[in-house]
């Protein structure tokens, strides 16, 4: 409950706020963004009752967020983007097992503090939440499991970054971006035969993203 206490909040501030923000060197307030993003999870997981360890692959997608500027120095990012995995119960005593793949949609929102938005070279910091939700498990051919399922979740995202303009007079500028989103699943394995195996799955990816952006 927290999470979607915190999550309408943001939101909420958003709506409220959004009317009275103008940028004082006349800059609009929109910003969008677009990225190629490195989805890096990093696993911990707690399977029952057969023990061991979940691992997914890195990806490399694209990502678009889109901003609002409250003035020169805060704002609220929506961050969109989908990501698709290829999942393994390691080191289980049954051994490996792969669990196919599986694709997230994992919109977040940041509100952000911009440290220097009047010059070239623009860091900033965030933290905001995230809603994943796990869609379209795909098992692999001959798997001997009948189905995967994944619940979505909540969680906090934590976020840095810079902006470095093209030129001191651009509109147009660089992004370099990292964040780390707190991303759990509760996952429900068929397993046929071998009954019911369930896992609390901690995906907890870095984010690193490369890309442009203009301000509008």
């Known amino acids: ?3 979607k206490t915190l999550a309408s909040v943001l939101l909420a501030s958003t709506i409220f706020c959004a009317p009275a923000a103008f940028a004082a060197d006349g800059e609009g307030p929109w910003q969008i963004r677009v990225r190629a993003l490195v989805v890096s999870p990093d696993d911990s997981s ?3 009752p057969i023990g061991g360890d979940t691992d997914h ?8 967020d889109i901003s609002y ?3 020169d120095n805060l704002s609220a ?3 969109l983007g989908v990501t698709k995995h290829d999942g393994a ?3 289980t005593a049954l051994g490996d097992v792969d669990l196919g793949s599986v694709w997230l949609l994992p919109p977040t929102v940041t509100l952000q503090y911009h440290f220097a938005p009047d010059t070239q070279f623009n860091p900033y910091i965030g933290a905001g939440v995230n809603y994943t939700i796990f869609f379209s498990e795909d ?3 001959g798997s001997p499991l009948v189905s995967v399922d994944h619940d979505s979740s909540f969680g906090v995202a934590l976020q840095a970054g810079v902006d470095i303009k093209m030129n001191p007079d651009s509109d147009w500028f660089w992004n370099l971006d990292v964040k780390k989103v707190w991303m759990n699943t509760d996952t429900t394995v068929d397993a046929g035969a071998l009954g019911i195996v369930t896992a ?4 907890d990816p870095w984010l690193i993203g490369v890309g442009i952006g203009k301000r509008f």
């Not at 609390?200 to 995906?203: A, P, T, W, Y």
């Open 89 to 91: 119960a390691i080191n």
């Open 46 to 48: 707690t399977i029952t």
């Open 139 to 141: 098992l692999p051919n």
């Open 69 to 71: 500027f409250f003035n």
């Open 200 to 203: 609390d799955v901690n995906l």
């Open 1 to 3: 409950m927290k999470f």
């Open 77 to 79: 990012e929506l961050i």
């Open 57 to 64: 692959s890195t990806q490399v997608v694209p990502e678009l």
